[in-house]
């Protein structure tokens, strides 16, 4: 007799063989749960357990607050490899980040390391909702993962952040995870982490757009992670060397969505609105790319450009993170994380060094490449 087969199970078989036929391409987005859900006359519950699926084989990632898309072929494994005796799986645990040209890259690092000794990743995105992100480290350890990369998540203050992530790590410690943090750290947390020098870098930016000529820096900045706070400490100390008081340098410093977890970067009238309330400018400091698109943006809106910019057509700009094919009339510099080397540097601790020496703390920090713009 044939095993009796859940309505999840059928589904995701029946989208299996679409993603193998082609109905699905590969690197296109994949149906939402609420589409799937309507199609086969099921729950979003149902159709969660199918997609859970799809991730586990390989066959899509899932993205929060963006949706699934079907991963290339290298990346699908049939039910029969997954339950071969001896696969190891390890998990990347984080929020799926609004910096796609860090992540992206860190991802395939880790990805490119891990398939090297044979084993496989299974993502496990989370966002700010702490019992679902909780239930989700349990069905890992159910799962048998061997080790976890964290990168903690982003979240609206600095006690609000380690309160979160602290829960998430206790949950980690408690499934007895080998645990590699990357990206971001814990205050007084000792665990391994491969991290930037934020400040250092920072601080070079800074004094980049100094010497452009700009004279009232804004430093624009959106939710709390240990890497914006070192960028944000780099910016506020070399405006104190530039005579700024204390008060001034963290005036100039903006979250430029106080209330929101997820920036919309194309909403200009709400970003204009931000900036309205901000000190005169005539420079910009950007934590990361989504900050600096959302600002551009916010700004190219002749009608509705912010009063407290002074001389438009001067300012200036630098950043962190690539900026991709977006061409920005003033940017000075940006700092370029070196992210594929840190998401392998990430997976051999997690891999290579921890099972050697259980015992140790390993505490990696990557300088950063800087690319001028004309």
Not at 301 to 327: C, H, M, W, Y
């Amino acid at each position: 007799m044939m095993p009796k087969q859940y309505l999840h199970q059928r589904i995701k078989a029946e989208l299996i063989r679409r993603i193998e036929e082609g109905i699905y391409l590969v690197g296109e987005t994949f149906p939402s749960t609420k589409e799937l859900a309507a199609e086969f006359s099921t729950s979003s519950v149902t159709i969660d357990k199918a997609l859970a699926g799809l991730v586990e084989m390989g066959y899509i990632s899932r993205k929060a607050r963006k949706g699934s898309m079907v991963n290339s072929r290298e990346f699908w494994k049939s039910e029969k490899e997954l339950s071969k005796k001896g696969t190891i799986l390890y998990s990347l645990i984080m929020r799926d980040s609004p910096s796609p040209y860090f992540w992206k890259n860190t991802i395939k690092g880790i990805y490119d390391k891990v398939h090297s000794h044979g084993a496989d990743i299974i993502p496990c995105y989370i966002d700010e909702n702490l019992p679902k992100a909780v239930t989700a480290l349990r069905e890992l350890e159910q799962k048998g993962v061997r080790g976890v990369i964290f990168a903690p998540v982003s979240m609206q203050d600095e006690e609000e952040y380690h309160r979160f992530n602290r829960e998430l790590l206790s949950v980690i410690r408690e499934c007895r995870f080998p645990l590699v943090m990357i990206d971001r750290y814990l205050k007084g947390e000792k665990t391994n982490n491969v991290v930037s020098e934020d400040y250092e870098a920072a601080v070079y930016l800074t004094e980049s757009l100094f010497s452009s000529g700009v004279k009232k820096p804004l430093c624009v900045t959106h939710l709390f992670n240990t890497a914006f706070e070192g960028r944000i400490n780099g910016f506020m100390d070399t405006l104190r060397k530039q005579g700024f008081s204390k008060t001034e340098a963290e005036e100039r410093v903006i979250d430029i969505a106080p209330d929101r977890i997820l920036i919309d970067g194309t909403d200009s009238e709400y970003t204009g609105q931000v900036l309205n309330k901000a000190p005169k400018f005539d420079g910009i400091f950007s934590v990361n790319a989504i900050n600096l698109y959302t600002v551009v943006n916010a700004l190219r809106q002749k009608d509705r450009a912010p009063r407290t910019v002074e001389s438009p057509d001067r300012l200036r700009f630098v950043n962190f993170d690539e900026v991709g094919i977006l061409r920005i009339e003033g940017l000075v510099l940006s700092a370029i994380q070196e992210s594929h080397k840190i998401g392998q540097l990430a997976a051999q601790i997690l891999l290579e060094l921890l099972p050697q020496w259980p015992d140790a703390i390993f505490h990696v920090v990557k300088g950063y490449k800087f690319k001028r713009y004309t």
